[in-house]
């Protein structure tokens, strides 16, 4: 289970969120294995007076927030991190202005379809 936030200035963010979102499920599909069927991405546009960000970043600046069931190698989720540095250029947002973060949890602390994350049989690998 991979979900996303994705936090940036209303005026950059909402014109891209189309092709933004398409990058950051093709990055997640091939570092991390994950199925081409599942998609959980939340966009949060703010206005500009609410979003404050570090010196040396643009208007561009955004953050992406992965939450996901522990598991993954620290190589594979290098290998996410790399991809979307590498592939956000395409939609206007440098490396500068681009911070991640990943947040993972045990699968106990999960729930979806009904039942806790850890009595799921899942059709996908997580330890990859």
């Known amino acids: 289970m991979t979900q996303v936030k994705i936090y ?3 005026e950059y963010l909402n014109p891209i969120k189309q ?20 998609r959980a991405h939340r966009f949060f546009p703010l206005d ?17 927030e992965f939450s996901m069931i522990e598991g993954r190698s620290v190589g594979a989720k290098k290998h996410l991190i ?9 939609v206007g947002i440098e490396s500068q202005d681009l911070e991640i973060t990943v947040f993972e949890t045990p699968k106990h602390n999960w729930g979806f379809r009904g039942l806790p994350g850890d009595e799921h049989i899942l059709n996908y690998k997580i330890e990859v």
Do not use: M, W
Request: charged share 25%; with cysteine.
């Open 82 to 90: 790399r991809l979307l540095f590498e592939r956000s250029r395409s």
């Open 8 to 10: 940036g200035i209303r």
């Open 48 to 64: 500009a007076s609410d979003f404050y960000y570090p010196l040396g970043r643009t208007e561009r600046y955004t953050i992406l």
């Open 19 to 38: 092709d933004l979102s398409n990058i950051i499920h093709a990055c997640v599909v091939e570092a991390l294995q994950y199925p081409t069927d599942k």
